[in-house]
Each structure stands twice: as C-alpha cells, then as structure tokens.
C-alpha cells in the first residue's frame, strides 16, 4: 500500500460580488436577515460578461493547483470532478477538463454527490494512490448556482445561500508515512433525496418528448428546493457523527484536530461543531461570510484559503467534512 498526501490546492471565484443588499433590492429579504440565519455577507456570481462555466472555473482552480504541486499538467493520472452544476447534461466536466488542460487521454470521472462531492472525490483518489494504480490525481469541485436560482421572494430560502466558485486539489503519492490522508469515511441516505434536490425529470425518469410538450414557463421543478430546517437537523448530526468516525478509526480525539474545514453550508452549523468538539475559533475554519454554499467547491476553496493564510502547518491534523443533498456526508481525517 501507498501514502498519499494532497500536494497542490488552488481555488477561483468569479469577480462579481453580490452582497446582501443586492439581494434584498430583488426579493424581500434582508442583510440581517440572511447574517442571522447563515452567516453570509455577500457571495459571487458570474456574470454573462465574464462567461465563466462550471468548468472553466474549475480549470482555473486546478492550474494554480498543480503549479503548486510542482508536476506537469502531464503527470496527472486521473480526474475527478465533483459538481451539481455540470456544464452539460452530458458528458461530463471531467472529460473538459482532460480537453482544456490539453492533457494526455488520461481517465474522467465526474462525482454527483453535491456538498458532499469533494469528499467523495478526495477519497476517489485516496484509493486509486493507495493501491499503487495512479500517482497524481486532480480532484475538482466546481459550482455555478447563479445561474439556476429563482431570485424572486419565493426563491429567497434557498437563493441567498448559494453561490458560484471552485477549487481544486492534486492527491500524490507520498513516500514519508507520516503525513498525508489518514481516512475517509463516506455516507449516504437515499429515503431523503427530496429534502434538497433539483427535481427535473432526467431522461432516466421521463422521455423527453413530454417534457418538451408540457414546457411551461411556471414549471418550478428546475429550480431547487430545499426543506431547509429538516436538512439543518440532519447536518449537525452528521457533521459530528462522521467527524467522530474518522477519528475514532484513527484513535484520535476531537481535541487532536488542528484545524477542521467544514463545508460552508451555513455559519450556524460550523459553529455548532466547533463547541460541540470544543474547538477554539484558530481550529475551524469559515468562509461562508464571503462566499455562500459553493456546495462542492466550498470544501476546496477554504482548504486553499486556510493553507494560503499559512492556518495549517506541516505535521497538522486537518479534517474535512461534509454533508449536503442526497443525503451524502463524508469526512477526511489527514496529517499534513
Ligand atoms: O449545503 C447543504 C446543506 N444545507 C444546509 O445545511 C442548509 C440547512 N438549513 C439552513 O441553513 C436554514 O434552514 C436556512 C438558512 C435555509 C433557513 O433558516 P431557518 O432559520 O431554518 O428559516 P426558515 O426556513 O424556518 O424560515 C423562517 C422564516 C420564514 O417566514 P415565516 O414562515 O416564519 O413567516 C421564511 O419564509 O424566514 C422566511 N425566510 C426569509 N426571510 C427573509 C426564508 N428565507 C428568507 C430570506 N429572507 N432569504
């Protein structure tokens, strides 16, 4: 068995800033609002000038990230893209990322398992090192919501949280065994897929033909919903459930984390963990304040921006977690 380690991070997020001002300007909603129940001060959007794509943000993301890893984009034996927000039906991001980053005719595989999605793929490419299959693996996890929000009133439970950005990893293979990714540990629950979901019939569950013919332009079923107080209760849960079991697998305790990246769902959640482990502010990370749910980029974003501001140091111990739509949840437990 091999070692391996994340060697590389980087992130994008588009220019445009839309704060909680902005919002309340289209909907009825408000800055204290949206800060009391989320966190959340502004986030970003794309904008049609900008042009960016679910894909070509994470492109961006992942050449900084494997600049940082300090290979040649040739190196990467394999990709894995995470998202809800894929730039086309199909195929998949993964394959345009092979294509824009003009790399070798290298495997794709694109992860459908929203906030949970970079977890998912973080331990995609565990696997794939650890066995000795493939040396680097690029782990994207790219998000456009803006484009998909109903940003009316009757959107505004959903719509305020979200917004668009990616970040990127490369997974190496790593001789030194006392660093790099220790487990991952990795959930679902079906019975609640509706909970938070984007209900448009696929071609798997409807043929086209009708979708076409009953096309109504107050058809809501694109727009995603979310039962917002049901999904908060099941977060809080899981977050520690799967915190718990990634450490326990490591006989390790809450009180050895070193800093713990929890997906950016809500502040209120992070903060909820952070004194049910009885973590200082120095041990967790946010960043939801500036950029919303980026659903599966939060993960990579806040990685790379807590490793930027020098808040994870070698020999740390550094959890991801997540949990989000599906129901999915996961976590990471390394040493960096
Ligand atoms: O990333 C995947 C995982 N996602 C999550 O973990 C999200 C978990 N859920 C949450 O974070 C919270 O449930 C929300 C932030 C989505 C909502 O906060 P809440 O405290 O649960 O509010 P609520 O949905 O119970 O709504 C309370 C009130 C309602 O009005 P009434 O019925 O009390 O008159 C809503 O209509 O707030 C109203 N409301 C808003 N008001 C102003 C809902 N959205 C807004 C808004 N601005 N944007």
Redesign the pocket.
Known sequence: MYNSKITGLGYYVPENVVTNDD?SKV????DE??QE??GIKERRHVTPVDGETTTSMGVKAAKIAIQRAGIDKNEIDFIVFATLSPDYYFPGPGVLVQRDLDIKTVGALDVRN??SGFVYGISVADQYIKTGMYKNVLVIGSEIHSKGLDMTTRG??????FGDGAGAAVVSREEDTSKGILSTHLHSQGEHAEE?ALLAPGMGGRWVNDIVADNDKDDESYLPV?N??F??K??VVRFSEVIMEGLASNQLQPTDIDMLIP????L??SQFIQKKFGLSNDQVFNNIMKYG?T?AA?IPIALTEAWEANKIKEGDLVVLAA???GFTWGSVVMRW
């Open positions: 919002l909907m009825e909603t408000s609002w949206i129940r989320t929203q906030c505004r439970g959903v719509s305020v949280i938070l979310m917002g107080q999904v908060f099941n977060a997906h950016q769902a809500n209120r959640i749910n659903t939060s949990f989000g739509s």
